[in-house]
């Protein structure tokens, strides 16, 4: 599913490169969970935005399902992102001004998905994230584990073949953290391809593999 080849990114200006990753070599295999750990500044965000094509690389190749990446304008990773990525972020990324409903849906509309359709799909997630006595409820109207509940559904509800999750637990406490786990873990079992950035090696413990970085490139695999 997600093939990185010598991947390197450096961030230039006019008095210092400041090299983020450093030759990353990395499979993903379709369905497979893995958690990419280490300390903090060391690439784990840089390598998973460029995973999300949310990033190009400075130099390497990605290749996403089979097909070069890499180098691709802004337009063609929009047009791949959609229904193939969805993004699961530590600070859960609502938009205030819309409901819980409107909130999950809103991948849908961007890709044209008609109304009957979006009705049904999101009408099944919320039941499937026990949150539809919440779905007129707006995001301030939530606790942290709520908010998060409603972000993995917006990232589901396009069924993508990869969840990208960067410190998906990082502001919640440690009964809503499992919950979001054992979610996690439950759309891996469904066959989503899962990658997740943790501090947390109980939380790097759900997935199949462990990778970990330092100072940007990949020094140790660890399976499970």
Known sequence: MI?????????????????????????????????????????????????GLLDTPTDGTYMLDGKDVSQLSERERTNIRKGTIGFVFQSFNLIDDLDVYENIELPLLYMGVPAKERKKRVTEILDRMAMSHRRGHFPCQLSGGQQQRVAVARAVVSNPKIILADEPTGNLDSKNSKEVMDLLLQLHEQGTTIVMVTHSQHNASYADRIINLFDGQIVEHTEL
């Open 3 to 51: 093939q990185l080849q010598n991947i390197k990114k450096v961030f230039r200006t006019e008095e210092i490169d400041t090299w983020a990753l450093r030759e990353v070599n990395l499979e993903v295999k379709d369905g497979e969970f893995v958690s990419i750990m280490g300390p903090s500044g060391c690439g784990k965000t840089t390598l998973l935005n460029i995973m």
